[in-house]
């Protein structure tokens, strides 16, 4: 029984690494456009398009269940292309559908954290001569990351019991396989090892973010 | 013209390190800059004084290209970054702002140092990746600009250990090591205590020993007196009286002057 569960825990740390892998950075971008002002003027409204996609993007993420999004994923190239599903087609639908959900929580996370950066900041660069990118990289970056960890923190705890929604769609991840397992033995053990497991993980991601902080704390503003 | 003025007073001298000229800005339907020229000329402290909300701080956003102007011009010796076309400020290329941006320095109020980075990487960091210049070199001079800010030992500490006085002598020396042709600053000890504001205003006073090129916004009339060579009242967008220091600050001609002058000895 362990062994089986241990197994779908692979899985589920697989499913949790790739959506940070992906999530994370892309999240950037989403954020970065989020708060582009390029655009033009149509009589008095001024329109930002990639403005607009980017909110619009982080709407349908925020606003509908992740659950809906694998299905919409994993039936779209079938229904939309007529493209045959083939046994992985769950599992790339489930971790696509991660990423792109995780990655507009990410973008609303970055761009909180951007626009605490005091303009004073950005203002001294400025008048230094760094460059734009300079700017971002060098001088906003490190700080933002150091403002946004607790949110983070919040985001990726999360999306370590979230991996259990992958159950949905059938993957066998820890989820799938514990309620496998009370089925077939008539026990609620398999439930109770499963969540020790989710916690004793959550426990590790919080001690590995404390140290994260820790690091960052020879400073503050 | 104010500016006229002042090249009628001393003729013959060098060409002025900044120069702007009928600067006018606006925010929205209020006129901030009404026109107002300043020429300051290589090894001259000019105190920029005047009432809040007069225009001093624009002023100094404007020719340190913070904000563009609506009108006028500017220009850091032969770098023209904007000039006047029918009333109009054109502004010239990135490439040449970019330059101009390279003659000046500019010390907030607030400092605004980069928290994460130490006392000695503040200094250093814009010279080495934005001038290009070899790390030795830069990181040497660093430690004499250290030194002579009286910062000797907080090399590698990072801002939030510092007090305001020493926070603002980093920003001093910041300015400093890009080798600025002048240094603009816009009211330096506001945020400081009478103790911390003399640690400053100390090393202001080295500078202008040195012939350090400055345009300084200040409420320190004391200070004004003793370390510019020029004072400029500027109220409600425009340059009521300019003059030498003990002129304008003890004998003033202009009625508003005096109100003001007053108004802030009480």
Known sequence: MMGMLLEGFAVSLQLFALTLVGAIPLGVPVALMRQSTWGFSVGRVRVRPLALIARFYISVMRGTPLMLQMFAIYFAPYYVFGIKLTPESKWQACVVAFIINYAAYFAEIYRSGMQSIPRGQYEAAEVLGYSRAQTFFKIVLPQVVKRILPAMGNEVITLVKDTSLAFSIGVAEMFSTAKALVASQVSMVPFAIAAALYWVFNFVVEIVLGRVEKRLDYYHD | ?266
């Open chain 2, 1 to 266: 013209m104010a500016s006229k003025q002042v090249q009628t007073e001393k003729p013959g001298t060098q060409e002025p390190v900044v120069l702007i000229e009928g600067a006018r800005k606006s925010f929205g339907s209020v006129e901030v800059l009404k026109g107002v020229s300043l020429a300051v000329r290589p090894g001259e402290t000019v105190a920029v004084i005047g009432p809040s909300g007069g225009g001093k701080s624009t002023l100094l956003r404007c020719a340190t290209m913070l904000e563009t102007l609506d009108g006028g011009t500017l220009a850091y010796g032969d770098t023209v970054v904007a000039r006047d076309e029918g009333g109009r400020s054109v502004y010239s290329s990135k490439d040449v702002q970019a330059r101009a941006r390279q003659r000046f320095g500019l010390v907030f109020q607030n400092y605004n140092l980069f928290p994460h980075y130490t006392v000695m990487k503040n200094i250093t960091d814009a010279p080495i990746c934005v001038q290009k210049r070899p790390r030795a070199d830069v990181e040497r001079e660093a430690r004499d600009l250290i030194a002579k800010m009286g910062l000797a030992g907080c090399e590698e500490k990072v801002p939030c250990q510092l007090s305001g006085g020493q926070q603002q002598r980093v920003s001093i020396a910041r300015a400093l090591a890009m080798h600025p042709d002048v240094m603009y600053f816009d009211e330096p000890t506001s945020a400081l205590d009478p103790e911390l504001t003399a640690e400053v205003l100390k090393v202001i006073k080295l500078l202008a020993a040195e012939d350090m090129t400055m345009v300084i916004v200040t409420h320190e009339m004391g200070f004004a007196r003793e370390v510019a060579d020029r004072v400029v009242f500027l109220d409600g967008g425009s340059v009521v009286e300019e003059g030498p220091a003990e002129q304008v600050i003890d004998h003033p001609r202009e009625e508003r002057t005096r109100a003001f002058l007053r108004r802030i000895a009480e």
